[in-house]
């Protein structure tokens, strides 16, 4: 369809606005990147206090659009323990089929924006049509695709019938079926590995050293995952496996990423399977004595923690929350020392940034040129892909013809 | 209107080029935005395509509350885009600070550093209204040329 | 590995400004509060006796008469040894921690934009939350800061 261009002036990068990643390069290859943060900072903490417990869970639901369960429940479970609380098992499981139904969704979302990273757009049309199966799952469940709402102080505002639950299993069966059919595709697939392997290099030392959480550090060998180490919601209940990886590179980062969908499948049907039935809530005092609470999730991305403080009213005395991402962003730079240009929009992604990418700016600085330039990811993307169909030959028109003709 | 402009306002309206910008959201809306061009939803088939910069693009697509460490961006991206441009504003936050309205990081929604010219609320914006949204938009260049810089649009509100 | 019950005895078997005070909330939820002055040591001890290898975050509290930093520590046995230090609010003086948790500096970065602290040793970078432009006086988080007080 014919599109009018309307012609404007040259373009003058604004050399003076904040970019999130400021890059020294010596010809492709970086030698120091610099970050600045800070650009979607609201103001969220400040106003937990101005503001009721459940209106709290609300505002904390809105943090991260795709981890909002993460942080209503850890919200939830560091108030109940302030508290004395005890949700009742059935509300842990809702809260816990939940928290699986957002992590499977979280994966298959990173695996199109992979996709879409490395120019793989059938991969991006394919996951995020799978994941579509949970959003539609979700809604049915909780009436919202996005901030579900299903949490309140002392349990969940929802209880779940047997015909739901049906339909989750089903949605599970279909959902390990193509799973396995990526993991496939994945692993066997050459052009896929040129753009992954060694991209983005964190040894297990380093990774441990930053701490680096989630997908990421297990990636690494760092074998942590706040569902084993400490227990919370049903997981106690379940038996599965904490997917880590030796390859220490985008590709582990992959890897673990499918392990985890497919762990989570399982974990969902020995909810399903277990589920006690009972209440879904208890009642909660308005006002909430004084006294401290940590909550740890172990939420997509990694780690996010809760703390709150309550002083007898009805409003937190201090509400501080850790979201993943942050704990992750100190190990960026070291993955990327060493790495070309080419590799920065694949790194970056392969930590499942809580953030939208789609128009941070990003100057560059290379000093065998003696120039700086302001890029937007968009071209820092494309350089990407065409940096690699020229010099290592890596081409996704085939694979992405093969995936649409399935 | 000339027969120039009439034919490129009727190409604009079929085949508009965005550009879509996020000043501090959740990316609940991003998401869905995205989404919007998934086959499930697929705006490609309509024409929509959606650009990187903003010197190729006709309608700037907000994501998200405006807070204090964005602001100038916005403005500066609104300021390179080429006349006529139009300004659509999604989900709840873009539209009026939403949830987070009263932050002290936060000047409210977009339109109180850029004029707006379509508001649609949600929580976030479910795909099919964010393409209700864009194409109401689009369909009142048929009946009026497009807005002067110096004009504040009306509002045209869909649901959500 | 250590469980909650060691982790209390250990604290208070090593240092005796903590005889009794180390509370253990419910399994896997210690908190203890330090003098300022002793906190890295008891930091050191846990590093190399108790299994702690992690930070999770850094918590600031604005206390009115003082200022508070909330270390939020764990390791493989998952347990969170909470250890709280305080400070004068007229001189929020602390010691950065980077040397032994680089991941900590925009958790520090933070104390200093939100509530004031001062952080030594604290590497070079840019200021974390805040944009450039928000004035360096004006400290958020803190009880008695209000929005109308700030700059915009």
């Known amino acids: 369809m014919p599109s009018v261009k309307i012609p404007i002036g040259p373009q003058h990068p604004a050399l003076h606005e904040p970019a999130l990643f400021d890059l020294t390069l010596e010809g492709e290859r970086i030698l120091e990147m610099q970050l600045k943060l800070g650009y979607n900072h609201r103001g969220i903490e400040k106003a937990c206090e101005e503001r009721s417990y459940i209106q709290d869970i609300y505002l904390l639901e809105r943090i991260c659009g795709i981890c909002s369960h993460s942080h209503s429940t850890a919200f939830c479970m560091a108030t109940e323990e302030v508290a004395g609380l005890q949700v009742p098992p059935r509300g ?35 996951t995020w049509r799978d994941r579509e199966v949970v959003m539609d799952l979700l809604a049915m469940l909780t009436g919202n695709r996005v901030n579900y709402g299903v949490n309140t102080i002392g349990g969940v505002r929802r209880d779940f019938t047997a015909e739901q639950l049906q339909q989750i299993l089903k949605a599970m069966d279909a959902l390990e079926e193509r799973t396995k059919y990526y993991i496939e595709v994945a692993a066997s697939e050459p052009t896929l590995a040129k753009r992954l392997v060694n991209v983005g290099y964190l040894s297990p030392g380093d990774a441990m050293k930053f701490n680096a959480m989630g997908p990421t550090g297990r990636a690494s060998s760092v074998d942590r995952d706040v569902r084993r180490d400490d227990p919370y919601l049903a997981y106690g209940d379940v038996q599965f496996k904490v997917v880590t990886d030796t390859h220490n590179d985008v590709f582990g980062r992959t890897l673990v990423r499918v392990g985890e969908l497919m762990e989570s499948y399982s974990i969902v049907r020995q909810l399903i399977a277990k589920m006690p039935d009972g209440p879904v809530k208890v009642k909660a005092p308005r006002k909430i004595p004084a006294g401290e609470g940590v909550a740890r999730y172990e939420a997509p991305r990694g780690e996010d923690i809760h703390y709150v403080k309550g002083n007898g009213t009805d409003k937190p005395e201090r509400v501080k929350v850790r979201a993943p991402t942050m704990g992750n962003l100190a190990a960026v730079g070291k993955m990327l020392e060493n790495n070309n240009l080419a590799d920065v929009p ?61 | ?45 309509l024409g929509v395509l959606i650009k990187g910069t903003p010197r190729h693009a006709d309608v700037l697509v907000c994501s998200g509350p405006l807070t204090k460490n964005v602001r100038a961006r916005l403005v500066r991206i609104y300021a390179q885009m080429a006349e006529p441009k139009f300004v659509v504003a999604v989900g709840s936050c873009a539209c009026s600070g939403g949830i987070f309205d009263g932050c002290y990081n936060i000047d409210g929604g977009i339109d109180q550093a850029i004029p707006v010219s379509a508001y649609i609320p949600g929580c976030p914006v479910r795909p099919e209204a964010i393409i209700d949204g864009v194409v109401k938009l689009l369909s009142t260049l048929e009946e009026k040329p497009a807005p002067k810089k110096a004009e504040l649009p009306e509002k045209v509100a869909a649901h959500g | 590995m250590v469980n909650t019950a060691e982790m209390k005895q250990s604290l208070e078997g090593k240092f005796d400004f903590l005889a009794g005070k180390v509370a253990v ?32 975050t850094l918590t600031g509290l604005d206390e009115k008469e003082t200022l508070a930093v909330v270390y939020h520590v764990s390791g493989a046995h998952g347990i969170v040894l ?45 200021r974390y939350p805040l944009d450039d432009n928000w004035p360096k006086d004006q400290k958020p988080l803190r009880k008695d800061w209000k929005p109308a007080k700030a700059a915009s």
């Not at chain 1, 809580?354 to 700086?372: E, M, N, Q, W, Y």
């Open chain 1, 92 to 126: 842990q499981y809702i809260r816990t089929l939940v928290a699986e139904l957002e992590r499977i969704h979280s994966h298959l979302l990173w695996l199109g924006v992979a996709g879409h990273e490395t120019g793989f757009i059938t991969l991006l049309m394919y």
């Open chain 1, 346 to 406: 694949v790194v970056i992604a392969a930590i499942d940034p809580c953030f939208s990418c789609t128009d941070r700016a990003i100057r560059v600085t290379d000093l065998s040129k003696g120039r700086t330039e302001l890029l937007t990811w968009k071209e820092l993307r494309q350089h990407g892909i065409e940096w690699y169909r020229r010099e290592a030959g890596v081409d996704f028109s085939r694979l992405n013809k093969l995936l649409a003709a399935r």
């Open chain 2, 1 to 45: 209107m000339s027969l120039l402009s009439k034919l490129q306002s009727w190409a604009r309206r079929k085949s508009p080029w965005i550009i879509h910008f996020n000043t501090g959201a959740c990316n609940a809306c991003d998401i869905e935005i995205v989404a919007a061009l998934t086959p499930r939803f697929d705006v490609e088939r």
């Open chain 3, 25 to 56: 909330q419910r399994e896997r939820r210690v908190f203890v509060e330090v003098p300022a002055d002793r906190f890295r040591e008891v930091l050191e001890f846990s590093m190399k006796e108790l299994g702690i290898d992690w930070i999770s």
């Open chain 3, 82 to 126: 909470n250890i709280k230090i305080r400070v004068p609010r007229d001189n929020p003086v602390i010691h950065s921690v980077t040397d032994l948790f680089p991941a900590c500096a925009n958790y520090e970065r933070e104390l200093d934009d939100l509530l004031g602290f001062v952080v030594e040793g604290l590497p070079p970078g840019n």
